[in-house]
């Protein structure tokens, strides 16, 4: 059986969340680790997800190598593979890509919403690609097995970062602007060079990335995901929900202020919704996944093909992207 | 064949010492990467391993588990194991010794000479012996398959490690106090708990803990490795040089005085004598260790007991010790 997986959550994580993972049959999740953290707040907040996998062995593995997924599978649990959203982890250290992936970060998106030391964000009103040492660290990351995100990106840096990368790269959660023009949203074009290029796109369900919002229905969904499969080919698409379970309001606060301004910025949102908006009816949870599986059969993909978009297109990317953990050690005196 | 293993080595790293750890026919050595260098500058140390590793894959490869050993000698190398010399790389947090282990990290002293928050130096008046989060830390080492090494700490915070760990410590680099009696040598009755348990001692080269000090001939040397046996039982020693080639004296300063005073500490040196002490003619780099595996054959060891001495005990005690990357991954659901 094809593995489901979820290529972006950011919950206040639980036993209980963890326990829904079980119940909606997900096998691998791509978690948010850090958004402004720098690397000692990353790494306390590895620190906080090893004391997850310490306590709650039957629930959670965390995932190192795609063949972490079929491990999770054989044993009945879910394979957490830990990413940031922005390289504020690496600071202005690139030995610290390798540090980090070792410590398991196999995602890092290049920039979170603002400039970034590597690339231009989606809310700048420049996007000058990626910069000097956002080429450096693209090459690191596809040495060491890091993949590239660039889902809060600007269309160049996004465009910059598929062509300079040699390995497909990725954007985890974000829908079609052509479906709903978010800035968050990404044009055609990019989506064109994705999929040619051997990169995946997650659709996200957070509500600022679908059009009409929370009350966006499956169906509508559904058929976005259809009409994407048609721009971009049925392998290249996959399901990042974006999730923010349970969260407090204050943490949407961090994701979009950081420390970079003394302001409050509303991102997505708006002084009348600043908080998180609340997720549509037919994704509340990680138990939810079966329904978008029938959505997608209810308008016209095959069995084979939802299979792949639930998790079977991540699972392969996921394997072309992390290398395993002996990565150059093996082979090298070969 | 016994590989042959170096349980404690500090040099001033070059590609010269990497070659001549190969003519030396050396299969693994434990390297110390910190003394007073808090988390984030221990890192920044693991960087730079991080860039010897990628610059000669030929000559050196990271151990993490004691297979890697036998990878390094089927593929003509030398596995690198990391240390450190006091606990300061976990500042005050309990976390980082997954964090560190994970990185690599296979062996880390509760003292460096003076006081920690872990346990007492073999330089203070006073030794309390484990503190409160001394205790915590040795039980947090023994569940990741991190090495408690007490060369540098007193007799009671010593015997207390022996007593509370799980696991055989070791004492990587010291000799008899009643062969040469230097605050850093180890008491009869420190040498027969550590047997008892399992543990192991590492004979130093150093020319402070040698009698005679750098005039201390090998005969001389070989002779204290004997009367050692008789008293712990040859599968209870090793070799742990305190190689510190190539180092200027500026890096024996740090190691002593740290940022701890801001007077000049002489540790095992003196006024008159604050630099590196010369090595003794018979062991000046690692291509000698032929020489010690001679004179140990010349004061009557077996072939047996020399291949053991000289890297086979260190071999079982890895691997009684490091546990493997998927240590609890694998078996948890089981």
Redesign the interface.
């Known amino acids: 059986m094809t593995p489901r997986i979820d290529a972006l959550q950011y919950a206040n994580w639980s036993e209980r969340i963890f326990r829904q993972m079980r119940a909606g049959g997900v096998d691998a999740v791509h978690v948010t680790i850090a958004y402004h953290e720098n ?2 707040e990353t ?2 907040n ?2 906080s997800w ?2 997850w996998f310490e306590r709650f ?2 629930l959670i ?2 995932g190192f190598a795609a063949e ?1 997924i079929d ?1 999770a599978r054989q ?3 879910t394979a957490i593979f830990l990413g940031a959203q922005n390289p504020s982890c690496i600071e202005d ?1 690139i ?2 890509v ?2 980090l992936h ?3 970060l196999r995602f890092m998106q290049l920039t979170y919403n603002n400039q970034s030391l590597l690339a231009s964000g989606c809310y700048e009103a420049e996007d000058t690609g990626l910069t000097r040492m956002g080429r450096e660290v693209v090459a690191e990351m596809n040495r060491v097995g890091m993949v590239i995100d660039m889902s809060h990106s600007g269309e160049r840096s996004t465009l910059d970062a598929i062509a300079h990368s040699t390995r497909p790269i990725a954007i985890t959660h974000a829908n079609p602007a052509g479906w709903h023009p978010a800035l968050r949203n990404k044009s055609d074009r990019v989506l064109h060079a994705l999929a040619e290029s051997g990169g995946m796109l997650g659709f996200s369900a957070y509500p600022h990335h679908l059009r009409g919002g929370s009350d966006c229905t499956l169906a509508e969904f559904c058929e976005m995901v259809a009409r994407t499969a048609d721009l971009m080919g049925v392998s290249r698409i996959g399901i990042g929900t974006d999730l923010c379970q349970d969260q407090p309001d204050s943490v949407v606060d961090w994701m979009r202020s950081g420390r970079w301004t003394k302001a409050r910025d509303y991102g997505e949102g708006g002084a009348d919704n600043p908080g998180f908006p609340p997720m549509p009816e037919w994704f509340r949870d990680n138990r939810d996944f079966g329904r978008i599986e029938t959505g997608l059969r209810e308008v016209g993909f095959s069995v084979e093909d939802v299979a792949a978009i639930m998790g079977g297109n991540w699972a392969r990317y996921f394997a072309q992207s992390f290398g395993n ?1 002996n990565h ?3 082979e ?3």
Chains 1, 2 share one sequence.
């Open positions: 690397f000692r790494v306390l590895i620190e090893n004391r062995p039957e593995v965390q972490d491990l044993t009945g649990r250290d030995g610290l390798e540090v070792r410590l398991g953990l150059g050690r093996r090298a005196a070969q």
